[in-house]
């Protein structure tokens, strides 16, 4: 068995640390990471390639949990391998090419939503956003340019502190932002009129699953009557809740919330946290502005999962990959 790249290792070991982190970025990550598996692969049995290949894909799934863009991008790469192909070379050339192809699609995604996104903000609001979402960066940086005058309530995002990437991104630009504690989210929204967070996941029933904290902001601006938008390329969405796999919530090391953890006291640090869809006003996609209820047609009909007897029977003797 031909032995995993240690370029591939390293983006497998940068993601489950969060050297590379944000759900775009991290779907990025694997599609490169099996590009280069599959370029480095020295060996001429179809059959090793594909097991090679799925070796490769199981150590990418095993990062991080949450952020279904990652199986995504897997999947739409590795379902090049069902076909019938003449050799490894052919095969090889299938995997590369998706891997290109979903990397292109993923950046020009994230650019369409920054155009569609910066539509929706004409000038003189106060935004409320949270944790480091490029996809949000984007349509604040567009809307910035094309001149329209705006400010920025960025929470910190403890444990990790990505509030201050979004701050000091923000700044970089002149965007005026202010950082502020995760527990001020009323106070932020009593001088808010839009809150535009990213996304790790959507299930197919609109829930929006983001960075933990994104539900009380959620909560605090229906309170308040302040507009939530989700920004979100569709490969965010989960075609695995369409058949009843609950978005595994992710739960990180307790040194992350304090070090050391003091005896005696549990301490608990889940990443992640669900924001039901009648919080949701409208998620920014790629393909356009929609309501959290058209989920389902996302998965079904733009992704084109479709539910059958056939495929979930199927489903039950392979793995989902
Ligand atoms: P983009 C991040 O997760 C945040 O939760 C952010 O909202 C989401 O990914 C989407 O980010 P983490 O990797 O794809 O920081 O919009 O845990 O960049």
């Given at each position: 068995m031909t032995r995993i790249p240690s370029e591939v290792l390293r983006i497998a070991d940068d993601i489950r640390s969060m050297r590379i982190r944000g759900a775009g970025r991290i779907a990025r990550a694997a599609a490169e990471a099996l590009m280069i598996a599959a370029t480095n692969y020295s060996g001429e049995d179809l059959g090793d390639f594909t097991r090679y290949m799925e070796d490769v894909s199981r150590l990418l799934l095993s990062t991080?949990?949450?952020?279904v863009s990652l199986p995504n991008a897997v999947s739409y790469v590795m379902k090049q391998l069902r076909k019938d192909y003449r050799g490894v070379e052919d095969a090889r050339a299938a995997v590369i090419s998706a891997a290109r192809s979903f990397i292109e699609h993923s950046k020009r995604a994230v650019e369409a939503i920054s155009i569609i996104g910066s539509r929706m903000i004409k000038g003189g609001e106060t935004i409320v956003t949270h944790c480091n979402s490029s996809a949000v960066t984007g349509i604040l940086a567009k809307a910035w340019s094309d001149g329209k005058m705006f400010r920025v309530y960025a929470t910190?995002?403890?444990?990790?502190?990505?509030g201050y990437i979004t701050a000091r991104d923000l700044a970089s630009k002149g965007i005026p932002v202010t950082l502020i504690p995760d527990s001020a989210a009323v106070y932020a929204m009593r001088r808010a009129d839009l809150v535009i967070v990213g996304a790790d996941a959507i299930s197919s029933n609109g829930a929006l699953v983001n960075k933990i904290g994104t539900s009380q902001i959620a909560l605090a601006a229906k309170a308040h009557g302040v507009p939530f938008y989700v920004a979100a390329?569709?490969?965010?969405?989960?075609?695995?809740t369409l058949i009843g796999e609950p978005i595994e919530i992710e739960e990180r090391e307790a040194e992350e919330v304090i070090?050391?953890?003091?005896?005696?006291i549990e301490v608990r640090n889940p990443v992640f946290d669900a924001t039901p869809?009648?919080?949701?006003?409208a998620i920014i996609t790629e393909i356009g502005v929609i309501s959290p209820e058209m989920a389902i047609i996302i998965i079904?009909?733009?992704?084109?999962h479709r539910v059958s007897v056939d495929m979930l029977k199927s489903l039950e003797d392979s793995e989902p990959l």
């Open positions: 991080r949990p949450t952020a910190e995002t403890r444990p990790r502190f990505q390329e569709t490969y965010k969405f989960s075609p695995y070090h050391p953890v003091p005896e005696g869809a009648e919080y949701i006003d079904t009909d733009y992704l084109g």
